[in-house]
């Protein structure tokens, strides 16, 4: 089955910064998911990319999927300290999704 | 609107008891998944149900079981809790296999 690496594991950011994770895939992917999981919580769909190249924004998020369809990042910009938690990306996998270890991230205010 | 239950949220078991995590969505999603959570794992995928009536082994399925009893619940059932078993358990269902999943609150295992 297909298997993603999530990079970094632990991203600590100034509140303000910017950062970005990325996921990434060794074969060419269908489609790709990102969910967020805040401390304590439970994992909620955040976006869905489809297309080569494909670039999506919610508010201070940009999602990206590459042109070969291997690759995804999460830009966020100006963090803020609701950005706090682990950032998911999820493949499909045969008949099922395939989580990756997940970026978790903190905010020093 | 509830979306997915589970039921109970937190539980200590003792190890070789049994015990059986109940899932239930009302979104009239036709596929079903239970997770399992552990530090520096992510999520690893159990077991999951296609649609009503079909059940499939995912990366983890030792020692678990599970009964899709009708299109709204996905029940996880452990035989005899060993403290491997010690992880937090997320039931999960979506429309289609493969698409945007709706998460449950979670169930916080403690096998002692």
């Known amino acids: 089955g297909q298997q993603v690496m999530q990079i970094p594991q632990y991203q600590h950011v100034q509140e303000g910064e910017d950062f970005t994770t990325y996921c990434n895939s060794s074969t060419t992917l269908s489609n790709i998911q990102w969910y967020k999981q805040r401390p304590g919580g439970h994992p909620v769909f955040l976006i869905q990319l489809v297309k080569s190249g494909e670039v999506k924004k919610q508010k201070r998020l940009t999602f990206q999927f590459g042109e070969a369809k291997k690759n995804s990042s999460l830009h966020i910009t100006a963090t803020q300290t609701t950005d706090v938690g682990t950032y998911f990306c999820a493949v499909p996998n045969d008949y099922k999704l395939s989580f990756g270890a997940g970026t978790t991230v903190t905010v020093r205010a | 609107n509830a979306g997915v239950t589970q039921t109970p949220k937190f539980q200590v078991l003792k190890t070789g008891q049994s015990m059986t995590l109940q899932c239930a969505q009302d979104?009239?999603?036709?596929?079903m998944y239970w997770y399992r959570q552990d530090p520096g794992m992510g999520l690893r995928l159990i077991y999951y149900?296609?649609?009503?009536?079909?059940?499939d082994k995912g990366e983890v399925p030792n020692g678990y079981n599970v009964s899709r009893l009708n299109k709204r619940e996905f029940s996880l059932r452990l035989e005899s809790a060993a403290p491997s078993q010690t992880s937090v358990y997320f039931c999960?269902?979506?429309?289609?296999?493969?698409?945007?999943?709706?998460f449950g609150q979670g169930t916080r295992l403690t096998v002692v």
């Open positions: 149900s296609a649609s009503e009536g079909t059940t």
């Open positions: 979104m009239n999603h036709n596929s």
């Open positions: 999960a269902s979506s429309e289609a296999i493969n698409g945007k999943a709706f």
